[in-house]
């Protein structure tokens, strides 16, 4: 079945480091990839998305690119903010049926002054 | 911004008992679904609803769990027996038609005691 593996966390940055998380996936066909970011005490937001092949999603600074050859999609940021400090979800979703999303493990990042 | 709207935010029941999660979708969205996310692990999927019934689950929904879609707004989850393991953050979301991204309501957190 389709799956999602992150890299592990606690991620801690200094504020303005640069940030990557790694994401790689397993799925049949073409999955749409995305980014879910969850501050603490929230819920699950939408940070970006890719649906096809070498898209670039893009949001506050957060960019990531569908990468098909080698099944990746990472996460990245030139600059972190204090404010940045959450848990971020890789996931994926196909692109038929009821396309129910495949979350990978969350990396928490922690941000300090 | 419309937004997916989940009751109560958090809920404590004692075990054995039968509780009702309520979520209200985005208005004009067709696919609904709940997942769930133990305290500190992955978020896992647990149903998809679409056309006023189950499309696809999960092994964790078993005969405990139910959804119903009761008057066209709200989406609800309803754990019969509740048990110590079921004690997590439920979250609910609804997808439109053309646009493959699920949006996601801040949760319920659930204490089964």
């Known amino acids: 079945g389709d799956s999602v593996t992150q890299m592990e966390g606690p991620v801690t940055l200094s504020e303005e480091a640069f940030l990557t998380i790694n994401c790689t996936y397993t799925a049949t066909g073409y999955p749409s990839l995305f980014w879910y970011v969850q501050y603490p005490g929230e819920g699950l937001q939408l940070l970006l998305k890719?649906?096809?092949?070498?898209d670039k999603g893009s949001n506050k600074g957060f960019e990531a690119t569908y990468r098909k050859e080698t099944t990746s999609f990472h996460l990245e940021k030139g600059s972190v903010q204090v404010s940045d400090s959450a848990v971020y979800f890789c996931?994926?979703?196909?692109?038929?049926?009821?396309?129910?999303?495949?979350f990978g493990t969350g990396t928490k990042l922690q941000v300090i002054p | 911004e419309p937004e997916v709207t989940q009751t109560p935010s958090h809920q404590v029941t004692q075990m054995g008992q039968e509780v009702i999660l309520r979520c209200v979708p985005i208005s004009n969205h067709l696919y609904f679904y709940w997942y769930r996310q133990i305290l500190g692990q992955k978020v896992e999927f647990l149903v998809s609803f679409y056309n006023n019934e189950i499309s696809e689950k999960s092994e964790i929904f078993d005969d405990q769990f139910s959804v119903e879609r009761p008057d066209g707004s709200n989406f609800t989850l309803k754990i019969r027996s509740t048990k110590l393991e079921d004690s997590a953050m439920y979250f609910c979301a609804s997808r439109g038609h053309s646009k493959n991204i699920q949006y996601f309501g801040a949760g319920t957190r659930l204490s089964v005691l």
């Open positions: 996931a994926l979703s196909p692109t038929g049926g009821y396309q129910k999303v495949t």
């Open positions: 890719a649906t096809k092949a070498d």
